[in-house]
């Protein structure tokens, strides 16, 4: 299976496959695989596995350094965590909630949203982020017929929203929500996306509202059902530990399946053989019956386009860069939790340049606990994908964002933050492990899938094609493999 060294087989005779890409997507394809006998290489560009669910250590604290929560709209990573042993460690946040900053004051976020549109503009959160007008405004969307938001093959959710509830939800509410978890302007991402069976939901229900409601109830009684001690209704849960256990879990019983784990190894050329396929990285060759590629999109489409021409036209725009600031400091006037478990930002807010605060210590118990009395996690991202393509805050080099996450801290939380409070600090960046779902990219998806379907041996996975977070990640990543599984892998 491996070229540029003579080393036997253990697994000669087996269906053989390669991954490309030691993200969440490429390592559980990489089990689905092994699951039904077949030998598996995963190749990994760099040294770490995970992808964007990474750790790192501050202040002798092993924290996320990327993802640190999961949606439980479906039980899909409470699943995957179940299977790996990991069920125990299933928790919810801290009931304390979140809040948005908007230009004019903070408000509380309210907790019964889809992308922050509301279900009830009458909630009192709602009505008090809103005003009168702009809640009155909200529930026009009830008598608003169904066609209005849905009769167009695609659209942004910025013009759904603003269509079925007004300006004000959009930017008081959908903006800094969308902001914080997509890292972009709500006018250009693709609803169907980012906010799967919303608009079907509309033409069901007759209303935004009601469409809102109708998940949110799935969602609950999934939550209910399927992620252990975590409470219903919770949107979010995480793992005692972080998120990043989850991959400590994945590549331990990818190693016990016999799963060959590759880093360092950067797949250059990618080749449809007769027998199967060709995997170039390094000096090194891979061939095999069955190819999966878990990269981004533009890397996806730039290693595959010289043997599949057809989706050179097919390239989606690259994810914004995001930067994530971790402090830890010493300040007990937190331990009150002045702003719940963090803060998301409207983009119009003046003075501030995150997009997005999480009080990590306020968040997830554990972490509290870990941390000690007087002791806080704060983590501020910065990077939002915007009309002109991103803001002057992304070029900060790390010293510079610290302190902008400092003065962006001490408003947000109306507690001073300073560098006499810092036990310790770290900046990463993510380039575009956010996927960018442009309107039209639900169409554009369609297409790369029809043309892989149409290949033999050849599955293509990750969020660019499933969706942003990892509840879609892994449970698209699982369907794609099952499907690819039944057709049955070829030996080369």
């Not at 949110?216 to 209704?233: F, M, Y």
């Not at 996806?300 to 830890?328: D, F, H, N, W, Y």
């Not at 990463?428 to 169409?443: E, I, M, N, S």
Request: aromatic letters at 2%; charged letters at 20%.
């Amino acid at each position: 299976m491996r070229g540029g060294r003579a080393t036997p087989n253990p697994h000669a005779g087996r269906p053989a496959a390669v991954v490309v890409g030691g993200g969440i997507s490429g390592l559980l394809a990489a089990r689905e695989l092994a699951m039904v006998g077949t030998s598996v290489t995963v190749l990994e560009a760099s040294g770490n596995w995970g992808g964007c669910v990474g750790s790192h250590v501050v202040a002798g604290l092993h924290l996320d350094s990327g993802a640190e929560s999961f949606a439980t709209r479906s039980t899909a990573v409470a699943d995957l965590a179940r299977e790996l042993g990991l069920e125990d460690k299933i928790v919810a946040p801290h009931p304390g909630g979140a809040w948005v900053q908007l230009p004019d004051g903070p408000q509380e976020l309210p907790k019964t949203g889809v992308l922050g549109i509301p279900a009830n503009p009458w909630d009192p959160e709602v009505r008090r982020s809103l005003g009168l007008a702009g809640a009155v405004r909200a529930s026009l969307d009830r008598w608003l017929p169904a066609s209005l938001g849905t009769s167009a093959e695609v659209t942004s959710v910025s013009a759904l929203v603003r269509s079925r509830m007004g300006k004000k939800v959009l930017e008081r509410l959908v903006a800094p929500v969308v902001g914080g978890v997509h890292s972009a302007d709500p006018a250009l991402l693709d609803v169907d996306m980012v906010a799967p069976g919303l608009r079907s939901g509309l033409r069901e229900h007759g209303s935004l509202a009601a469409a809102v409601a109708a998940q949110r109830k799935v969602a609950q009684r999934k939550a209910s059902a399927g992620s252990g001690p975590a409470k219903a209704g919770s949107a979010v849960a995480g793992l005692m530990g972080g998120m990043n256990t989850i991959v400590e879990a994945l590549v331990a019983d990818l190693r016990e399946r016999g799963v060959e784990l590759l880093t360092g190894k950067r797949a250059e050329d990618i080749v449809k053989t007769q027998g199967g396929w060709r995997v170039a990285a390094g000096d090194s060759t891979y061939d095999a019956g069955r190819l999966v590629v878990a990269l981004d999109g533009p890397a996806a489409v730039g290693l595959l386009e010289k043997s599949m021409p057809e989706l050179s036209g097919l390239r989606p725009a690259p994810g914004p860069l995001v930067s994530l600031v971790t402090i830890v400091v010493d300040l007990p006037e937190l331990d009150r939790r002045p702003r719940g478990t963090g803060i998301l930002v409207a983009p119009q807010t003046p003075g501030v340049k995150a997009k997005a605060l999480t009080h990590a210590t306020a968040k997830w118990d554990w972490l509290a606990e870990e941390a000690g009395p007087g002791t806080h996690v704060l983590r501020l991202s910065y990077g939002r994908r915007e009309e002109a393509g991103g803001g002057a805050d992304l070029v900060l080099d790390d010293d510079s964002l610290l302190a902008a996450a400092l003065e962006d801290a001490s408003t947000l939380l109306t507690v001073p933050v300073t560098q006499a409070d810092i036990v310790d600090w770290d900046v990463v960046r993510w380039a575009g492990a956010l996927p960018f779902a442009a309107v039209g990219h639900k169409q554009r998806v369609a297409q790369v899938r029809k043309a892989c379907a149409a290949v033999e041996g050849l599955t293509v996975v990750g969020g660019w094609l499933a969706g942003n977070g990892l509840a879609a990640v892994v449970a698209d990543t699982r369907s794609q493999l099952a499907a690819g599984n039944a057709e049955g892998p070829s030996i080369p």
